[in-house]
């Protein structure tokens, strides 16, 4: 039941609300070619994405098909903690204010011994 729920949510998004009906239940090669395009570009921004705070989320919303409401808003509290204070939502930030693309996942400067 969640895979259906997550694929239908995928193509929707992947081409637009009004295409869906036209699928009639069969993938028809110029709208396969336009999936795959749209999965492509999902996947490099997923890549280039803040990759701790995609992980958490994912993690989340798994364990939210077996918890109650009130452990699954309890349970992302506490992940939002952990990545609020992860140096990509700082760059997420700083990035939005200066008003760039974010610039995620870039390695720490160690303090010099």
Same mark, same amino acid.
């Given at each position: *039941?969640?895979?259906?729920?997550?694929?239908?949510? *995928?193509? $929707?998004?992947?081409? &637009?609300?009004?295409?869906?009906?036209?699928?009639? &239940?069969?993938?028809?090669?110029?709208?396969?070619?336009?999936?795959?395009?749209?999965?492509?570009?999902? &996947?490099?921004?997923?890549?280039?994405?803040?990759?701790?705070? *995609?992980?958490?989320?994912?993690? $989340?919303?798994?364990?939210?098909?077996?918890?109650?409401?009130?452990?699954?808003?309890?349970?992302?509290?506490?992940?939002?903690?952990?990545?609020?204070?992860?140096?990509?939502?700082?760059? &997420?930030?700083?990035?939005? !204010?200066?008003?760039?693309?974010?610039?995620?996942?870039?390695?720490?400067?160690?303090? $010099? !011994?």
């Amino acid at each position: *039941m969640l895979w259906t729920v997550f694929l239908i949510l *995928m193509v $929707s998004w992947a081409l &637009g609300l009004a295409t869906l009906p036209a699928l009639g &239940g069969f993938i028809h090669l110029p709208l396969f070619f336009a999936l795959m395009t749209r999965a492509i570009d999902l &996947g490099r921004e997923l890549a280039d994405g803040p990759q701790v705070a *995609m992980r958490l989320l994912k993690r $989340s919303i798994y364990n939210a098909a077996e918890l109650t409401f009130a452990q699954s808003l309890d349970e992302i509290a506490a992940k939002t903690a952990i990545s609020d204070h992860h140096p990509d939502a700082a760059e &997420g930030m700083t990035a939005f !204010k200066e008003k760039r693309a974010p610039r995620f996942n870039q390695p720490r400067h160690l303090p $010099s !011994k």
